[in-house]
Each structure stands twice: as C-alpha cells, then as structure tokens.
C-alpha cells in the first residue's frame, strides 16, 4: 500500500510560480511511474506530467508543456511539480498518483493508477 501526500498548492498571480510536493509513505515507489493530474471544477480530472521510475523520461500535456516541470526524488520517496508562467486556466485541484510502468498512452488514463492522494488546490487570479 502507498499513501501520497501532496503539499504546496495556494494562490498565485498569474505569470507567478508554486512547486508542489508528493510525498510517498508505507512502500517506496521507487519503481512506479508518477504523475500528476488535475481538475478544475465542473471538468474531467486531466492528465498533467508523469515521469519513469527512474525518472529518465518524462511526458507532459500540451497545456503545460514548457512552463511546468515533473521530477522526483528516489531516495526521498518524493516526487515535484514545478509550475511556472501560471495562467488562470491551470486553476484545479492538483493530484499526484502511482502506478506500475506503462506506456505514454496508457499514463494520460487515470484509471490505470493505483494509488492517489488527497490533492492540493491551486488557485491562479488574473
């Protein structure tokens, strides 16, 4: 069993940065596939950025790509969301998930994630 803790979120100017923490407890995810995921209210939850176990490879929605970045710790059993030149539209509630190794097609699905956290809201005024 994995328990995850996300932590960081809050309220932001736009064009303004937050980094988001995911803390794992109870089993080490150091072969699990991270990501992150979101939703805004009245949305489908959507895929946000996940990376390797080995943190080797990396995937992002077109949204963020270029101004958010996923990485992880291995050794802190913790992985990151850095997220940079924020819009009002990355305003949602964010959630960091686990899963077994999968294919990049696979990882944008929610359903194959096995483990979640509680999520942290972002909040990004105009």
């Known amino acids: 069993q994995v328990q995850l803790v996300e932590s960081g979120g809050g309220l932001v100017q736009a064009g303004g940065s937050l980094r988001l923490s995911c803390a794992a407890s109870?089993?080490?995810?150091?072969?699990?596939?991270m990501s992150w995921f979101r939703q805004a209210p009245g949305k489908e939850r959507e895929f946000v950025a996940c990376i390797t176990w080995s943190g080797g490879t990396t995937y992002y929605a077109d949204s963020v790509k270029g101004r958010f970045t996923i990485s992880r710790d291995n050794v802190k059993n913790t992985v990151y969301l850095q997220m940079n030149s924020l819009k009002p539209g990355d305003t949602a509630v964010y959630y960091c998930?686990?899963?077994?190794?999968?294919?990049?097609?696979?990882?944008?699905?929610?359903?194959?994630?096995?483990?979640w956290g509680q999520g942290t809201q972002v909040t990004v005024s105009s």
């Open positions: 998930a686990a899963a077994p190794p999968m294919t990049p097609v696979e990882a944008k699905d929610p359903m194959k994630y096995d483990y």
């Open positions: 109870g089993r080490t995810i150091t072969r699990y596939t």
